[in-house]
C-alpha cells in the first residue's frame, strides 16, 4: 500500500499513487507491505539505486545510513509490545529514502508512529511537511526510539516483582523467567546497538539532503538511545541480582532442609544404639529393670539434645 502527502503552497494533498507527479514543494511517499514491482516504479522514478531497493525487499538489515548521488538510505529499526507477556516483542524496520524534496519511508508492518506522523502533517503541514523530509524521517526516528521506554520500564516492573517472589518463596519457574528476560533483553541490545551510530551520523552537519536545522533533532534522538541503553545495563543488572538471589535463596533452603535432616539424625541414631544394646539375648538384661531404664534412656536422651540444640540456636 502506498500513501503520499503533497505539500503545494502550505496546503497538503493525501491520497494514493496519483499523487505521485503531483506539483508540490514537499513529499512523503509512505510504502507498506509493498512487493517488488512497487518498490522497482518508485526506484526508477526517483531514481533509487538498486542495491537500496534490494535491501528493502529484506526485512533482516542492521541500522545503517548510506549516501547515494541523488538520495541517503537510512535503515533503524524499533520495537513494540502488544502482547501479555514483555518477551513477546514485534520488531518493526524502516527503511528511508531521503531526496532533496521527497522523502520515501518503507516498512512491512504497520507501525502507529507513522500513523500519527501522517496525522500531524494533514493537521500542521507547515511545521511537519514544511520543514523538509528530513524532518519527517526525524518524527519516524523518534517515534520508533521513543517505543523502546515503555517496554523497558515494564520490564524493569518485572524484574523488581521477581526478585520479591524469589525472596519470598523461590520456584523453578522462577529461573526460567529470569532467563526469557535475559534473551529478550540481549536481543533488544543486539538489534540497537548499532543504531546509536547512525543517529550518531544523521547528528552532524555536512550531509546531504539534511538540512541544518533539522540536525539539532536527531542529536535529541542520540540522547533518547543513550538512555536507553543505561536502561538496558540497569535491566542487566537487575537480572544479574534476580539470579544471584534465586540461587542464594535455593542454597539457603538447601542448607536449612540438610540443617534438619540432620538434626533428626543425631537425635534417632542414639535411640537404635539404646534399643539394640538393650535388645541383646542375655539373661541379665532380661528384667523389669532394665526395661524401664531402657525406657527412661530413650524418653529422656532426645529430650536432652533438643534442649541443647535449642540453647545452641540450631533450631
Known amino acids: 500500500m502506498i500513501k503520499v502527502s503533497v505539500l503545494n503552497e502550505g496546503v497538503v494533498q493525501a491520497g494514493g499513487t496519483e499523487l505521485l507527479d503531483a506539483p508540490g514543494s514537499a513529499r512523503w511517499i509512505d510504502v507498506e507491505n509493498t512487493d517488488a514491482e512497487e518498490l522497482g516504479e518508485l526506484g526508477r522514478r526517483f531514481g533509487l539505486h538498486k542495491l537500496a531497493v534490494e535491501d528493502c525487499l529484506h526485512q533482516d538489515q542492521r541500522p545503517k545510513l548510506e549516501e547515494y548521488p541523488n538520495h541517503l538510505f537510512l535503515v533503524l529499526n524499533g520495537f513494540t509490545h502488544e502482547a501479555a507477556d514483555i518477551c513477546e516483542l514485534t520488531l518493526h524496520e524502516h527503511h528511508f529514502f531521503i531526496g532533496p524534496t521527497w522523502i520515501i519511508s518503507v516498512h512491512a ?84 546497538s548499532p543504531q546509536r551510530d547512525v543517529v550518531s551520523l544523521l547528528s552532524r552537519e555536512g550531509l546531504p539532503h539534511l538540512g541544518q536545522r533539522n540536525v539539532i533533532y536527531f542529536r535529541d534522538i542520540y540522547d533518547h538511545l543513550v538512555r536507553v541503553y543505561e536502561q538496558i545495563d540497569s535491566g542487566r543488572d537487575l537480572l544479574g541480582n534476580a539470579m544471584d538471589g534465586y540461587l542464594s535463596m535455593v542454597a539457603n533452603r538447601t542448607n536449612d532442609i540438610t540443617k534438619q535432616l540432620t538434626i533428626f539424625s ?50
Open 109 to 192: 508492518l504497520p507501525f502507529s508512529g507513522v500513523q500519527n506522523v501522517w496525522r500531524r502533517v494533514q493537521d500542521d503541514p507547515a511545521a511537519t511537511l514544511g520543514r523538509g523530509p528530513d524532518f519527517i524521517a526525524y518524527l519516524v526516528a523518534d517515534a520508533l526510539v521513543d517505543q523502546s521506554f515503555p517496554i523497558l520500564d515494564h520490564l524493569n516492573d518485572e524484574l523488581e516483582n521477581l526478585e520479591v517472589e524469589i525472596f519470598e518463596r523461590p520456584e523453578s519457574g522462577q529461573l526460567q523467567r529470569i532467563f526469557a528476560l535475559k534473551r529478550m533483553l540481549v536481543h533488544f541490545r543486539r538489534v540497537l
Open 266 to 315: 543425631t537425635i534417632f541414631l542414639p535411640l537404635s544404639f539404646i534399643t539394640g544394646f538393650f535388645g541383646q539375648n542375655f539373661d541379665v538384661l532380661s528384667g523389669a529393670g532394665f526395661f524401664w531404664l531402657m525406657m527412661a534412656t530413650v524418653v529422656a536422651l532426645p529430650v536432652g539434645l533438643i534442649v541443647w540444640f535449642r540453647r545452641k540456636g540450631w533450631f
